[in-house]
């Protein structure tokens, strides 16, 4: 089952802005478009926490059964550890704000 590892609102220049809480780490992250973005391997999004410290990149993605897009999130920073986290941006179940959005980690079993 997924769980939300935090939640970002939409902002007008087309990023996010939230928080992003995992175990004893909480952070207000930027989640900003990629406008120097050369070819398909770099992420369309930068993911920066609240002092400008790069802890990730967000790639944009269609669903492969919906056919809705979304966004893949891909974290990694010492405080997490030796693996990356993946994760995507996906509705914030309950709201009723659409440019409310969790960051959804589905970990593998």
């Known amino acids: 089952m997924a769980q939300a590892l935090g939640y970002v609102t939409k902002t007008e220049a087309g990023g996010f802005e939230g928080t992003l809480a995992m175990m004893s780490q909480k952070r207000g992250i930027r989640i900003i478009p990629n406008e120097a973005k050369e070819t398909d391997a770099q ?5 920066y926490t609240n002092d400008r410290v790069e802890i990730g990149g967000g790639w944009n993605r269609t669903g492969k059964n919906s056919d ?5 999130l891909t974290f990694a920073a010492p405080e997490f550890g030796p693996s990356k986290i993946y994760a995507n941006l996906g ?3 309950g709201q009723g704000n659409e440019s409310v ?3 959804l980690w589905n970990p593998q079993h």
């Open 43 to 47: 992420p369309d999004f930068r993911v």
């Open 68 to 72: 809705n897009p979304y966004v893949s």
């Open 91 to 93: 509705r914030a179940a």
């Open 101 to 103: 959005m969790a960051i």
